[in-house]
């Protein structure tokens, strides 16, 4: 397993456009087999997984998706 150390951290503008890409998917699609989801992470060279992780992650920290009862990730960043 990867340590914590090896991993890609998030810049601004990858987490911008990962934003963007939340605020244009339902919650139920915050999926790596998301065709949208896969374009940003190869756009991004990241794995899809990874992209749709941030994406729950931005899940965790929003008031409509924590109003209705739903939660993403527990793993969001300062910079989320």
Do not use: C, H
Not at 24 to 42: H, S, W
Request: aromatic fraction near 8%; proline fraction near 4%; glycine fraction near 8%.
């Amino acid at each position: 397993m990867a340590d914590r150390r090896d991993r890609k951290l998030w810049t601004e503008e990858e987490t911008i456009l990962a934003l963007y890409l939340y605020f244009q998917l339902p919650f139920g699609k915050l999926d790596q087999r998301t065709p949208e989801v896969k374009q940003l992470a190869e756009a991004l060279g990241r794995k899809d997984g990874s992209v749709a992780m941030k994406l729950a992650n931005f899940a965790s920290l929003d008031p409509k998706i924590i109003g209705s009862g739903r939660k993403g990730l527990d793993g969001a960043s300062k910079l989320d």
